[in-house]
Each structure stands twice: as C-alpha cells, then as structure tokens.
C-alpha cells in the first residue's frame, strides 16, 4: 500500500512540474504561481526518488549501470562545458581585426566620443532591405563599443512616413540623434559617420580664427604648398568652423573664438594686436602661436609675439633645429627637419605613437620655475642626435656641425610647449571694463559664458607654442602624425579632451601592381611550370612502380 501511494506521489509531482512550465510560458503574469508549483512537484519527485534507494542501489551496483552512467556523465560534463563557455564569452565578448590594414577596428578618436557618451544615441539608417547588410558590417561596430548607442533599420519605401520626419531625400541616409539633435550623412565611411556623430553630440559648432596680415599661412588656401587647407578641412570633421581675423582693421577678438591660430607670421604684430592677444589669455582665451626660424640672421625678430609667449612661460630660441639621426631619410627629408618619434606625457600626445616631421624648426623651451605661476609643458621633442644649431649663417653652406662652445643645444631638443592657467571669474582682469574700447570685455564676457555651457568647467586660458608651421601646410600635413597633432593641439585648447586621439583613415590599397612581363612571368609559373612539375613527378613515380 505505501509503495503504492509513493509511486502515485512520483506521477503526481511530474504532472506538478508539467503544470509549471505550462505556467510559465502560458501566463506570463502568474510568474508567483509557477515558481511554486515548480517547487512543490521537484519536492514530490524527491520523495518519491528518495523512497526507492535500495532499488536505485541494486540498478547501480551492475556492470552495464555504472558504465552508463560512466558515459551519462561524461556527455553531462561535455554538455556543462559548452553552456558555461557560452555563457561566459556572451559576457565577454572579444573581437579581432586581423586584417593589415585593421580596416575593421574603429580609429582610436571614435572609440573615445563612443565611450564618452552621457546619453543613448539613435542611429536611423535610411535604406533598401536588401541593402542593410552593407550598413551592419560597420554599424555594428558602433554598438559593440558604446552600449548607448541604438541602431535601427528602416525601409524607406516601406515607411515613408518616418523618411519624412527625418527629412530623408536620398536612399542610404543615415540619421544620428542626441539629445533632440539631428545629423545626417550619406557615406558609410568611418570618417563620416564620426563627423556626425561629433556634430550630433556636441551641439553647436565651435569656431577657429586664423589671424591674418603678417604673411601668416592662408586656411583658404587648397593648392598652395603652404596653405593650410587640408587642415581646414580636418578641422570641420572635428566640428570646427574656420574662419580669418585681421586684428588691426577689427580691433579686437571675435566674441565667438573658441581658439585663435597665428601660423607662420613673416614679420611680427603690430603692439595693439599683441596687447589683443594679451588680454584673450587674460580672459580665459586659447591660442595657437607657431612661429618659424629665421632663415638668417639678418631677418627681423618678432619681439612683440616672443616677448608674449615669454610671459606665458615659454622661450623660443634664436636657433634652427638639426637633425642627424638619418630618419629624415625615411621620409624623403635631410637634416633640416628634425623628425619626433616619442613624446613627453601630456594629453595631446596620449597613446600617440606617429612619427611627426618639422621642416626648419626652432626650439621652445619652457621657462624653469614658469613666470607668474605658469609653468610650461614640452609635448614634442626631437631625438638625441639632434641640436640647436645657434649659428644662423652656416645653415646656407649646409655643412652644419654640433658646436656646443659655439652656442649649440644637444638634444633631445623641444620644439612645442603648452602651458594653461584657470581664470578666477570672479576676479577679471584690471581692464574688464574695457576702458580703451578695444573689445577686451567683450570678449572675455562670451569665454565667461562659453565656459559656463560647458558643463560648468572652469574657465582656463590655454597657450600652446610650436617652433615651426610647415608642419601643418598642406606639404607636409602627410608626413604620418603630422595633422593629428595639429588637430589633437587645437581640440586641447578648446577643452574637447575626448577629440584628442588617432583619427580615422582610409583602408590601405593593398593591391599587387605587376607590370606585363611580371604578369607573363607569374603565368608561366603557375599554368605550365608547376603543374608539368607535378604531372612530371607523378609519371615518374608510376613508370618506376611499373617496373
């Protein structure tokens, strides 16, 4: 009778358990009931398993029982195995791009704006159905680095109506909103897509001013040697707006400057624009001053521009940098462009490992102690065999040689410098009122307020020197490393910390170029020679098995 009832008890239980998992899946808003259910029925079939031991020992105890439980186990553990590996990699999800060219990894600059995202992040593509898996091979990537950030899909002649409420006109629009801003593309490229994703995320343009009137290198121009195009349009993707200033017929600082540049001056400014430029720093402004050598010794000095960046803590030397080390020669250059291949820490050249080439350069060095609580940074210096050439007049015989009793600095000699300095608002300078009418207060009023948008960060004046500007001209702006850190330097000024990184290029063309003789070459090769090779061998082995 009792054996009976606990056999009965058995049934019950797994109709217990079956009921719970009807349960489960069947009424999702009875999750209370299932559990119980489930717990009572695995309680009745322990019973019941526990009722029958002396059985469950005399099945274990034969030959043909513990072998299979031998082989239940070892399919168990495999089993186990498995579910735990997955379970693990789908919490550690690592990803390798093994191509040369690491065309499908994200450029370090994109994994920072991903990575400092405060907010989700929709991205709306705009395509044919067909079309969605050439968006998610790159995508795809986005997500897999920021969780904030939402990809979706959508057919636009399936739903025209949402193509409306973006304003899609073109098939291939990808649409990033943030925040209730909107940016669009129609490219799938990587430099791209993070363009309008900088855009989408930092709201509103930032502007550049190029001071111009003293010779200084042209952001207009695109063909030039000199000019600064290619940066101009390096500075757009970082959502800048490039604009020119000349000082002396406005009499003051643009009220909406986020960073003014003075890049390669030919003679120096005027006093008043330099007293301009002293009060921009004294309100919290940022500036970009690159000054060249001079080629002899017969040119005139910039005393104005040397003695502004001497207050500020950084001295430019009356030298040219030279360069020994035969690394030049790697990039087509001698001597007169001393080349910089590791850096000082500092946050424009964090996790920046590019070589960066400066044609004739100066040295500037920070003064020791800093002037006036402003201590200056090196953030490029060249190597060991390099020096401060101090005698001007032997660089046109091109025989130049390390003479330190002559003056000459060894290396590694410093070539850029940065110094910053937070601005009490609550103290402005002696001249807030603007007394003179040169626009002072104006200006340091819209850097108040700047920074006051800028999550409440502190207001700092930021000055960055470099002995040289060639290396930003659209000549040299190629050299490896040379327009990241022209941008990483402005994007330090404007306090955009999260821009400063390795930007994204384009895949490398990896293709074989072979010239018509190499292609019959490689013909022969691989159509008569090695297959008659092999076919030769085979005879060979058959006639000698024959025989």
Do not use: C
Not at 104 to 113: A, C, E, F, N, P
Not at 466 to 486: M, P, R, T, Y
Not at 495 to 523: C, M, S, Y
Request: charged share 25%; no cysteine.
């Amino acid at each position: 009778m009792a054996n009976r009832v606990l056999q009965g008890l058995g049934w019950a239980g797994v109709a217990v358990v079956f009921a719970a998992l009807v349960v489960r899946f069947t009424l999702p808003d009875q999750q209370e009931l299932w559990w119980w259910l489930a717990v009572v029925g695995l309680a009745m079939v322990a019973v019941h398993t526990l009722s029958q031991w002396r059985d469950i020992l005399a099945f274990f105890s034969r030959r043909q029982a513990r072998e299979g439980v031998v082989a239940t186990s070892g399919v168990l553990l495999a089993l186990g195995i498995l579910v735990a590996a997955n379970y693990i990699l789908s919490r550690q999800n690592v990803r390798w791009d093994l191509t040369a060219a690491q065309q499908y990894s994200l450029s370090d600059q994109t994994r920072r704006v991903l990575q400092a995202l405060e907010a989700p992040i929709a991205v709306l593509v705009f395509a044919r159905e067909a079309e969605f898996p050439s968006y998610r091979d790159r995508l795809d990537e986005y997500a897999y680095v920021s969780s904030q950030v939402d990809v979706e899909y959508i057919d636009i002649d399936r739903n025209p109506v949402r193509a409306r409420q973006y304003e899609v006109q073109a098939y291939g629009t990808i649409v990033f909103e943030y925040e209730g801003r909107i940016e669009r593309t129609t490219s799938i490229a990587e430099q791209e897509l993070t363009n309008a994703l900088i855009k989408a995320v930092e709201g509103e343009e930032r502007v550049v001013y190029f001071v111009q009137g003293h010779g200084e290198r042209d952001p207009e121009s695109d063909d030039d040697r000199d000019g600064y195009g290619a940066v101009r349009d390096a500075l757009g993707r970082d959502n800048f707006r490039v604009e020119t200033v000349v000082l002396a017929q406005t009499g003051e600082v643009p009220a909406d400057a986020t960073v003014l540049v003075v890049a390669g001056p030919s003679t120096d400014l005027l006093p008043t624009e330099a007293e301009l430029l002293r009060d921009y720093l004294d309100g919290g402004g940022k500036l970009l001053l690159m000054l060249d050598p001079q080629d002899t010794g017969d040119e005139p000095p910039q005393p104005n521009l040397i003695a502004l960046a001497g207050e500020w803590g950084i001295e430019l030397g009356a030298d040219v940098v030279v360069d020994a080390s035969g690394v030049g020669q790697l990039l087509g250059t001698d001597a007169s462009v001393p080349v910089a291949a590791s850096y000082p820490p500092h946050a424009i050249t964090d996790d920046f490992n590019l070589l960066t080439a400066f044609p004739l350069a100066r040295s500037v060095q920070p003064v020791a102690g800093g002037v006036s609580g402003r201590i200056g940074e090196v953030v490029v210096e060249t190597g060991v065999r390099s020096w401060a050439e101090a005698d001007l007049t032997q660089l046109a015989t091109g025989e130049v040689t390390l003479d330190e009793d002559a003056g000459d600095v060894p290396g590694p000699v410093p070539i850029a410098a940065v110094v910053s300095q937070t601005i009490d608002a609550a103290e402005p300078p002696e001249d807030a009122d603007d007394p003179e009418g040169d626009g002072a207060a104006e200006t340091e009023a819209a850097q108040d307020g700047e920074n006051e948008d800028d999550d409440d960060a502190p207001l700092q004046a930021r000055l960055a020197v470099f002995g040289d500007s060639d290396f930003a001209s659209n000549s040299a702006v190629g050299i490896q490393g040379n327009l990241d850190l022209a941008l990483n330097t402005i994007n330090w000024l404007a306090q955009q910390e999260n821009l400063i990184a390795i930007r994204p290029r384009e895949p490398e063309d990896r293709r074989i170029t072979l010239t018509a003789d190499q292609q019959w070459r490689v013909f022969w090769l691989s159509v008569v020679l090695l297959p008659a090779f092999i076919a030769g061998a085979g005879i060979y082995t058959w006639w000698n098995r024959r025989g």
